[in-house]
């Protein structure tokens, strides 16, 4: 499996928390599947992934990647192996949450 970065993991945590508070147990299923879907596509390819998110080309940077799985975008770091960077839900501000 994909490794994921101390960033990435606190994004899932608090993807997770904002769906346990609203009592969304689907979501955090659905989140869980949508990265392990992402980290399967991405070892599969890792230069597969996309230079930036769609609605936001100016977040492109050498050595990450993106890929979009469901409502999430999610960034992985182009290294070998890849690890997973971060994870973002389409609808948030991604641009003033990158770290």
């Known amino acids: 499996m994909i490794a994921l970065s101390p960033s990435a993991q606190d994004d899932i945590q608090q993807l997770a ?3 346990a508070e609203r009592e969304r147990p689907a979501a955090i299923r659905n989140l869980a599947a ?4 992402a980290a399967v596509r ?3 390819d890792p230069a597969a992934g996309l230079a930036a998110p769609r609605p936001y080309p100016k977040l492109a940077k050498p050595g990450r990647a993106w ?3 469901g409502p999430y975008w999610i960034a992985y770091a182009t ?3 890849p690890v997973i960077s971060g994870v973002f839900h389409e609808a948030a501000d991604i641009p ?3 770290r």
Do not use: D
Request: charged content about 40%; hydrophobic content about 35%; aromatic content about 10%.
């Open 96 to 98: 003033r949450r990158i």
């Open 17 to 19: 928390r904002f769906y």
């Open 42 to 44: 991405i070892e599969r």
């Open 34 to 37: 949508a990265v392990a879907r």
């Open 79 to 81: 290294t070998n192996p």
């Open 67 to 69: 890929v979009k799985e």
